[in-house]
């Protein structure tokens, strides 16, 4: 019985690695589309812009750790009031938790402290004291 020598080990090793990888990478995440809307003080939409244009790095940390990708925000003026739309896809297991932990980040807080008294919340949300109202999916199409 001949035994691999360490070259042929090495080899059989980075070919398993490589195949692992490879799934891996094809794997598809899971991903739960969010659309959100708020609205906007019309005399703020560019102090908005102007934060959203160098948004802190901590924030933008915050919110990869917390399982969110593809994160926008559109604005938009329907009837002469001023709204915010988001759209975001969440990839983690528990969104209750993660956005504990983001609601729980001191930059985060700081960061909602500039941002929320910006926005116009809608009834639904304000009576909720929340800023964003989220919106039904009523179509996807991958």
């Known amino acids: 019985m001949r035994f691999a020598s360490l070259s042929e080990k090495i080899l059989l090793l980075v070919c398993c690695l490589s195949i692992l990888s490879s799934s891996c990478r094809n794997a598809e995440v899971t991903a739960v589309r969010y659309g959100m809307v708020t609205g906007i003080k019309a005399d703020k939409i560019g ?21 969110i990708r593809n994160y926008s925000i559109y604005q938009k003026e329907i009837g002469g009031q001023y709204y915010l739309f988001s759209y975001f896809e969440y990839t983690g297991k528990d969104f209750k938790a993660d956005m504990m ?42």
């Open 47 to 67: 102090k908005y812009k102007v934060l959203h244009d160098s948004i802190w790095p901590g924030v933008v940390s915050k919110i990869q750790d917390c399982n």
């Open 101 to 142: 932990k983001m609601a729980a980040d001191s930059t985060t807080q700081l960061w909602w402290k500039e941002t929320a008294p910006l926005q116009q919340p809608l009834p639904e949300a304000a009576l909720k004291n929340e800023t964003w109202t989220t919106m039904e999916e009523v179509f996807y199409l991958k």
